[in-house]
């Protein structure tokens, strides 16, 4: 059996000392448990360290992209939809309050597109579709750099008016001819990916 010591090997069984190698070989034990523990420490320091560095609101200065004024339009016009109470989604986007805990979420989930779901190649076909949530490059790079910057609210007088939204019971394109329902509810795990059926 070898063991590293600084890293020089140094064999616990074969020892030309006799009482020199279960000696070294405690050390680097003692060593690598340090280093273990001073790394844990270290990682779980950043983590928090970040969470609070992203939890206070950064202020805003004239150029600055903020929630009110870039970013809320956006998830007016692409998330809300869903991302509401008594929607969907698993939690709401509509005040800065709902979002600002998400920020770094939101922004790497619209970066790799995952968010919103939108599912239609864009190299080919038909493009042009109404109601179309899909982000622009613009906006999601609108998205990236107001996380990026801290998150910083704006002033509340730039935001535009809040959406209104059609009951969850009406029906936004009228009624159907036919409607079926599922047999038995739908369960989706809590982890793994979502499930988008059509």
């Known amino acids: ?23 070294r070989a405690r050390r680097g034990r003692h060593d690598m448990t340090n280093r273990y523990v001073l790394g844990s420490v270290t990682a779980v320091f950043m983590v928090l360290a970040g969470t609070a560095a992203m939890a206070q609101t950064a202020p805003a200065s ?9 970013v809320l339009p956006i998830l007016q016009r692409s998330c809300q939809g869903c991302h509401r109470p008594g929607a969907i989604a698993p939690m709401s986007l509509i005040s800065y309050q709902d979002v600002r805990p998400w920020a770094r979420s939101i922004k790497r989930y619209v970066e790799t597109r995952e968010m919103p779901p939108w599912y239609i190649d864009r190299r080919i076909g038909i493009q042009d579709f109404k109601d179309d ?11 990236a750099a107001w996380v990026d910057s801290g998150a910083p609210r704006g002033n509340p007088a730039d935001a535009p008016p809040p959406m209104e939204f059609l ?28 499930a988008f059926p059509n």
């Open 133 to 143: 949530p899909s982000l622009t490059d613009e906006e999601i790079a609108t998205i």
């Open 62 to 70: 004239a150029g600055d992209v903020t929630f009110t004024k870039d």
């Open 1 to 23: 059996m070898a063991l590293l010591d600084k890293l020089e090997p140094v064999e616990s069984s074969a020892c030309s000392d006799r009482n020199a190698g279960p000696l």
């Open 167 to 194: 009951s969850p019971n009406e029906w936004r394109i009228g009624e159907p001819d036919l409607v079926i329902s599922m047999p038995e509810p739908y369960m989706l795990p809590a982890d793994g990916p979502d």
